[in-house]
T-cell receptor, first 115, second 114 residues
Framework: DQQVKQNSPSLSVQEGRISILNCDYTNSMFDYFLWYKKYPAEGPTFLISISSIKDKNEDGRFTVFLNKSAKHLSLHIVPSQPGDSAVYFCAASLISNFGNEKLTFGTGTRLTIIP | GAVVSQHPSRVICKSGTSVKIECRSLDFQATTMFWYRQFPKKSLMLMATSNEGSKATYEQGVEKDKFLINHASLTLSTLTVTSAHPEDSSFYIC??????????FGSGTRLTVV
């Protein structure tokens, strides 16, 4: 059961344009959402996050939007740069039955920025 | 910033042998460490959560006796894949959690069992 879904496995965007990556989730208990960026042969690096009590968080070129009623979040990158080409994972967090915080990841979207 | 060192980055082993993967937090003490596994074209799947000095908590479907996790100190956790088989071939990633500072991931280990 995939609780966090990224339905687009890949996305190509022209340099300078806006990249929009989407993520849907099913578990309404998730209380925190994160986006990670991953280059080949490297571990994911944290990009930006948002609490479930907010609907928008902005950090430089990156903005994350959360629509709780639709159980949907999106990452906007503007303007897109060639260095943004990577795989992007969204992740959702909740406190597990054992009291630990637990991340559930989506399947990732490969973003390619076209120069 | 926080750095997590994971090694080896790649390992090839024979079926039936055991492989140990190390995960170290270099400049902070990790209250909790996580081990993930990634199958091709799949998301990162949490295998287990370990707190220093206590037994790891394994996710449903993960064999405790096959994937041995030791978290002996606040800066080191190890994952040992025992009696590895080709179906254990995968990309394994650790993550260290620093209280109030979130998660930092290691660079991952590509395990190939032949």
């Amino acid at each position: 059961d995939q609780q966090v879904k990224q339905n687009s496995p890949s996305l190509s965007v022209q340099e300078g344009r806006i990249s929009i990556l989407n993520c849907d989730y099913t578990n309404s208990m998730f209380d925190y959402f994160l986006w990670y960026k991953k280059y080949p042969a490297e571990g994911p690096t944290f990009l930006i996050s948002i609490s479930s009590i907010k609907d928008k968080n902005e950090d430089g070129r990156f903005t994350v939007f959360l629509n709780k009623s639709a159980k949907h979040l999106s990452l906007h990158i503007v303007p897109s740069q060639p260095g943004d080409s990577a795989v992007y994972f969204c992740a959702a967090s909740l406190i597990s039955n054992f009291g630990n915080e637990k991340l559930t990841f989506g399947t990732g979207t490969r973003l390619t920025i076209i120069p | 910033g926080a750095v997590v060192s994971q090694h080896p980055s790649r390992v090839i082993c024979k079926s039936g042998t055991s492989v140990k993967i190390e995960c170290r937090s270099l400049d902070f003490q990790a209250t909790t460490m996580f081990w993930y596994r990634q199958f091709p074209k799949k998301s990162l799947m949490l295998m287990a959560t370990s707190n220093e000095g206590s037994k790891a908590t394994y996710e449903q479907g993960v064999e405790k006796d096959k994937f041995l996790i030791n978290h002996a100190s606040l800066t080191l956790s190890t994952l040992t894949v025992t009696s590895a088989h080709p179906e254990d071939s995968s990309f394994y990633i650790c993550s260290a959690q620093q209280r109030n500072y979130g998660y930092t991931f290691g660079s991952g280990t590509r395990l190939t069992v032949v």
